[in-house]
């Protein structure tokens, strides 16, 4: 497995599939200028969240997984709200 890091520079990777790219990007679920990952790590600084974590296999390239985790007072507002429902 692989992790991205946040200071390495990731090439643009032409789509394997061009139909599904292309359907990707009109729903807006990817984008071909290559800045997804570094929009990620900066939205989730900004929010003062973990950083995420990025898994591939990087041999067979069967998965792309990304773990965003909540912001931590998100985790106490939810579970205080929780508790008030009992």
Do not use: W
Request: charged fraction near 30%; aromatic fraction near 14%.
């Amino acid at each position: 497995m692989v992790h991205f890091q946040q200071e390495n520079l990731l090439l643009e990777i032409p789509y394997r599939n061009r139909r599904i790219g292309k359907f990707f990007k009109e729903l807006k679920l990817a984008e071909g200028r290559g800045t997804g990952i570094s929009k990620i790590y900066r939205k989730m600084k900004e929010n003062g969240s973990p950083a995420p974590i990025f898994e591939f296999d990087e041999l067979s390239r069967t998965y792309f997984k990304i773990v965003l985790f909540a912001h931590p007072q998100y985790i106490v507002i939810q579970a205080l709200k929780k508790h008030q429902k009992y």
